[in-house]
């Protein structure tokens, strides 16, 4: 049965030290294939790799550099560990590739915001609001930060 089968398979079952095997020897024979790196990423995620999730999802960027959702989840890992800088850098770079992409917009305006940025989180989530105009939390996260720039200068 070919490799790549086996860590479908393993994948469906959450096997994910399989997967981690079977994804990392097909991403040596040809690591230009995104969609192996995707599903690495994945296990790494499942399993709980940090380091190694911000490994993968930086080289899915640097091979698709479209990939609204790779920026989204690696701008998260970021924020998550609180490393709030890189996590804006990367939902920065997401919005510069993606516009549309209408999350990138709404996490970079949370992280902002919690950071009492007000202004980039109030522009950041009239970004979301011009993409998902029933975002109505945005809305009110956006007013909020308007009030603090009035209050907080």
């Known amino acids: 049965m070919p490799i790549r089968t086996l860590g479908a398979i393993a994948h469906?079952?959450?096997?994910?030290?399989?997967?981690i095997d079977a994804y990392e020897w097909l991403i040596v024979q040809n690591p230009d294939e995104v969609g192996s790196h995707r599903i690495l990423a994945s296990a790494y995620k499942a399993k709980g790799q940090d380091?190694?999730?911000?490994?993968a999802y930086t080289e899915i960027i640097r091979l698709d550099p479209s990939s609204s959702v790779a920026y989204t989840n690696?701008?998260?890992?970021?924020?998550r560990l609180k490393?709030?800088?890189?996590g804006v850098s990367q939902y920065r770079a997401g919005i510069k590739a993606t516009p549309e992409f209408e999350l990138l917009h709404y996490n970079l305006g949370n992280v902002l915001f919690t950071q009492k940025v007000y202004r980039p989180a109030m522009d950041a989530y009239m970004?979301?609001?011009k993409l998902a105009p029933e975002g109505t939390y945005a809305f009110s996260r956006s007013c909020q930060a308007a009030f603090s720039l009035d209050t907080e200068g």
């Open 127 to 129: 970004g979301y609001l």
């Open 74 to 79: 690696l701008g998260n890992i970021y924020v």
């Open 83 to 86: 490393d709030y800088n890189k």
């Open 12 to 19: 469906k079952m959450a096997r994910w030290d399989e997967v």
């Open 51 to 55: 380091q190694k999730l911000i490994g």
